[in-house]
Structure formats: C-alpha cells, structure tokens
C-alpha cells in the first residue's frame, strides 16, 4: 500500500484547493456580517423609535 493508493488528490476539484475555500469563506463572512450590521441597525431604530414614543407618552 503506497502514499498515492491512501490519497489520490485527482478526484477532488478546484473548489477543495485552500485558496477556494478561504475566498468562499470570506464571501460568507462578509455576507454575515452585513447582515449583522443592518440587524443591528434595525434594533438601534426601533429603540429610538420606544424612547420617543415614550417621551411622548409621558408628556
């Protein structure tokens, strides 16, 4: 039993080299963290939007 008989690197494609993966994982992080970011904004909005209704409330 040889090295090339345990890991044949043939059948696995470009999308298995390090370099795809890393620039996939990127494009996902990114992703998150847009999305992140605009859920965060939306909750800092809507607690604005509480304290002025609040305000109002009381007054």
């Known amino acids: ?5 345990i890991y044949d690197p043939l059948p696995c494609g470009p999308e298995s080299y ?3 993966l890393d620039r996939v994982q990127q494009v996902e992080m990114t992703k998150r963290q ?8 939306v909750e800092q909005v809507s607690a604005l939007a509480r304290k002025v209704e609040e305000g109002t409330n009381k007054g």
């Open 1 to 5: 039993m040889t090295y090339i008989s």
């Open 18 to 20: 390090y370099e795809e």
């Open 34 to 41: 847009k999305e992140r970011r605009h859920k965060d904004k």
